[in-house]
């Protein structure tokens, strides 16, 4: 077989190489008589492979291409002339049927050549009978006619997978005896790996994979992955002997050209795809072979130095963190997607799905990578994403990545680099793909060349952690740059990961990477392979995690105290969803119980910082705090949380800093890289800042609280936790707020500016605002508490307040119930695509000023549930008092799917409860769109058509949709049955539905039982004729409260239109007549329109 890599059209490939090869199959010297030597000179290859399969050359005469690709060049190295050295690989076989499926003519040709009669010409379909196995150590051959069934080693007594590294290693197996056979057995010894001819196989047993060959005097050869027999088991060799069968270059272990690779074969089990590369194989010589007729069972191994590295890249990610930094909480991961902002920017961000409808991933970390791992293509980097709001933990998760794999969860990979990409954050230096894994990770890791060299072959075990994505900003552009490196050329961080990301480097691996959901680098990720998205704490595991954190410090008396003091503050508690915040939380719980009994946490943000900080600042040297804000405030501003030592203003400043846990060293940083500890406590000192400093502007201040953005040169809020930081600083008591930070002489400016903040805030009118804005309202005016602040925002909120496609996190929930129980007033909530959690929801719909709220249908019936199984008969009764639909539009199959449940909901409990009437929801709908589209309408209609009738205040139906609902005449003869219990409903829209004269035969026995409610009736854009609108001619006078009927551009032709004339005649009550179509003549349309000006042609 011979494999190039020019198309089918090429003329001539361009690695042929000219020259004559000699191809002999002959037995050793002794045994010259028992087998021909067939020699064939070959002059120069000249041709396209097509011309080459359709000769007459002996397949095992011609060359063994071997044209394996550069990983990152794409360049063929050179070609060798002996057969033994120049192989063909599988990887080379499946681009070769890829280059054949191109052209028709071509496929064909191959199918007849390569393929003939016993496979299918459709390559895209062929496949083996029995899965065919990877070769990674000796294979039995053997012709296929006239003989016994070959015995099978069991795989089970084959192998034995090691979890713990991935990879596989095969053990001596149980000796079976061989079945004697009268067919002549030959014998093929290898010097790298023996083949056997065996007796032959009338059906192939499972573990064997069958090619067959032409001119070999060989009908079909056999690969089983296995051991062979013993020597006692095989008839000795009896026939030639070739040495010299090549080891293929890029399959680690196996000494066949055939032999697939894990990559090449994505249906296999797990044991089949893990291998090894890079191996050393046991040899043995020839004449011990002849001696004794043995065949080595020694499994190929890694190089020793390879075996190193993976041992101590083992240790280095096994260790686990000590103390409170290693208390492990799980959380979901839930699948995510990038969606647009709106419809008129550019800018994605993440899609906020309803609670039920989250899609979690199922079996955690190890199982998603792997099904994304399965998923993917052949020899494609894989990227996948991990995303979180600051503080969520997603720093942690990677680190728990690579623990999974040390500990053997992720044997898919052989190898895991995880690198901070604040490390990457580095302009101008020079660098290598080795010093991106190997010295730029949280702890340099020494490897040899070797090692890098085993490691690029095989990228697909590779799995890469990028974590804090974010902070590459500064090298913006790499995503989209023209080039990326060659494999072995210095070059830029900007270069190396433009190589990356454009698959030019380790192609095939995984890119696992963490950021946050915003950001300009984020924005390309929305054709990311998998997107994740960290959940955070759920109420019971923030409590959970209290009682670890003060487990783990030795303090378990003060255990129930500090979940108490937590509960006390229901506003911090919210905020405990964020492991960062938690973390927070228990640090300044237990500073406050070792004070004393009568302790309190505070009930802002705000006062949580400034009791975290307000013990070290004082202790400090004089303005240190000042000049660290400072800092912060400017890395901020350039998107960055790390800085060097030199930046501090002394060294004094530097120690106290990092003696006080303010900054510290990030892991993988160099010795002079520092990094604040939290984003939040960056975004609180960034805060501090502008509240002291005299540098900033008044007119310029309130463009930080981000509230009214402006359209020039806006402000990015980068540092997104400063203006409710900001806002409190300000307003909070001096005494206990700024003060207590830097002393009373440095808050000269915060008078002033306080000022102008109060004016700006009193100045909003909150029911101007978007939701997301009006959100970071509230949560500002909470942290001032300043009295007239928070009157004046609560106040002017508007009665109906609608956050439709606005993410509610358990904080937002909060204050939002706050405000509207100070407000005095009644509110509409629209809480749709919110994403709010159940004891969000519950929280606002029990307030009694919340009179009517709208919610996700499946979120709403699963909150009833849960109430009636809490036994909380009142609440349960108000949320189904307060819910409504009106109008609802069913957009999704999911969307018809619950509406069925709601009225499921009101069937079961009109059966279940004497008194209970109907669900006020389904009582008073009155208005339902159906916009499923071409391919969901059809299917989900009838659906719809069932639970129609329980909704006995319908007034308006439309089931026209822009891209046509195609609900078709037994759409209509299933409405149509509906009618007698639809009293109410006052306009029927039916355009575009692909209805013909049978779906207007139908409609027209069903209308009179509207005839009394029935007001505009539309069948716009359908496919009637003649007969159709006879029928609608006909039971026109009938309709006596018709007002308006559209039939425009349907199908009949002026017959139709002269009897829908006649019959409008009889019916004084109808305004309207649209009837306008290109199939009647216009000079017929006028005259019909000028005998009755009711007919409207437009």
Known sequence: MIRGRAATDSP?????????????????????????????ELGPLEGSYLELLNSDADPLCLYHIYDQMDLAGEEEIELYSEPDTDTINCDQFSRLLCDMEGDEETREAYANIAFPEELPADLKHWKPAEPPAVVTGSFLVGPVSNSSTLPCLPLSTLFNQEPASGRMRLEETNQMPMPSSSSSLSCLNLPEGPIQFVPTVSTVPQGLWQISGTGTGVSSIFIYHGEVPQASQVPPPSGLTVHGLPTSPDRPGSTSPFAPSATDLPSMPEPALISRANV????????????AGEVSNKLPKWPESVEQFYRSLQDTYRAEPTGPDGILMEVDLVQARLERSSSKSLERELATPDWAERQLAQGGLAEGLLAAKEHRRPRETQVIAMLGKAGQGKSYWAGAVSRAWACGRLPQYDFVFSVPCHCLNRPGDVYRLQDLLFSLGPRPLVAADEVFSHIVKRPDRILLILDAFEELEAQDGFLHSTCGPALAEPCSLRGLLAGLFQKKLLRGCTLLLTARPRGRLVQSLSKADALFELSGFSMEQAQAYVMRYFECSGMTEHQDRALALLRDRPFLLSHSHSPTL?????????????????????????????GLLGRAALNGPPGALAELAKLAWELGRRHQSTLQENQFPSADVRTWAMAKGLVQHPPGATESELAFPS?????????????????????????????????????????????????????QPRARCLGALVGPSATAFADRKQKVLARYLKRLQPGTLRARQLLELLHCAHEAEEAGIWQHVVQELPARLSFLGTRLTPPDAHVLGKALEAAGQDFALDLRSTGIDPSGLGSLVGLSCVTHFRAALSDTVALWESLRQHGETELLQAAEEKFTIEPFKAKSLKDVEDLGKLVQTQRTRSSSEDTAGELPAVRDLKKLEFALGPISGPQAFPKLVRILTAFSSLQHLDLDALSENKIGDEGVSQLSATFPQLKSLETLNLSQNSITDLGAYKLAEGLPSLAASLLRLSLYNNCIC????????????????????????????????????????????????????????????????QQDSRISLR
């Open 1026 to 1089: 003649d007969m159709g609108a006879e029928s609608l001619a006909r039971v026109l006078p009938d309709m006596v409260s018709l007002r308006v009927m559209d039939v425009q551009y349907n199908k009949f032709t002026a017959a139709g239109a002269q009897q829908l004339a006649a019959s409008l005649r009889k019916c004084p009550h109808v305004e309207t007549l649209a009837m306008w179509t290109p199939t009647i003549p216009f000079s017929v349309q006028e005259h019909l329109q």
């Open 582 to 610: 938690c973390q927070a939380v228990c640090q300044l719980s237990e500073a406050l119980l070792e004070l004393g009994e009568d302790a309190e946490l505070p009930s802002t943000l705000t006062g949580l910082y400034v």
């Open 12 to 40: 001539r490939p361009q690695s042929w190489r000219e020259g004559e090869a000699t191809s002999s199959a002959c037995g050793s010297p002794g045994n010259s008589g028992s087998s021909q030597c067939a020699t064939m």
């Open 280 to 291: 050393t194989e046991h040899k043995t010589s020839p004449t011990q072979r002849q001696a």
């Open 679 to 731: 984003f939040l406590l960056q975004c609180f000192l960034g805060a501090l800042w502008l509240a002291l400093s005299g540098e900033i502007k008044d007119k310029e201040l309130p463009q930080y609280l981000a509230l009214t953005p402006r359209k020039k040169r806006p402000y990015d809020n980068w540092l997104e936790g400063v203006p409710r930081f900001l806002t409190g600083l300000i307003f």
